[in-house]
């Protein structure tokens, strides 16, 4: 399997950046699909941006498209979320998720990702 351990959460005001990073070990390779999610108290978990390691191909969530960029370094096995104009709304924890598949076509927000990381949380006040 693979490990993840996400790190640079923290606390910010409204209108600035945060970026986050998941450090991957184990069997880390070009056919990953990895994944941001987030989880604000009292709510369910919901994906914020997926992008498939081989093309980088990505995919975002409505409410961060234009604001939060994903990438992924497969030579440092990383994968990044650079947030900007953050909202309150943003506040959540936020996890690292990954899972082998053999094309994008199967890498996008309805993929059943199998490892997490623990989380990072990120406080965003207005």
């Known amino acids: 399997g693979v490990q993840l351990v996400e790190s640079g959460g923290g606390s910010v005001q409204a209108g600035g950046s945060l970026r986050l990073s998941c450090a991957a070990s184990?069997?880390?390779?070009?056919?990953?699909?990895l994944a941001w999610f987030r989880q604000a108290p009292g709510r369910e978990r919901e994906v914020v941006s997926v992008i498939y390691t081989t093309d980088g191909t990505t995919y975002y969530d409505d409410d961060v498209n234009g604001r939060f960029t994903i990438s992924a370094d497969n030579a440092k096995n990383t994968v990044s979320l650079q947030m900007n104009s953050l909202k309150p709304d943003d506040t959540a924890v936020y996890y690292c998720?990954?899972?082998?598949?053999?094309?994008?076509?199967?890498?996008?927000?309805?993929?059943?990702?199998?490892?997490w990381g623990q989380g990072t949380q990120v406080t965003v006040s207005s």
């Open positions: 184990g069997s880390f390779h070009r056919y990953n699909c």
């Open positions: 998720a990954e899972v082998f598949v053999w094309n994008a076509r199967n890498c996008n927000n309805r993929t059943d990702f199998v490892d």
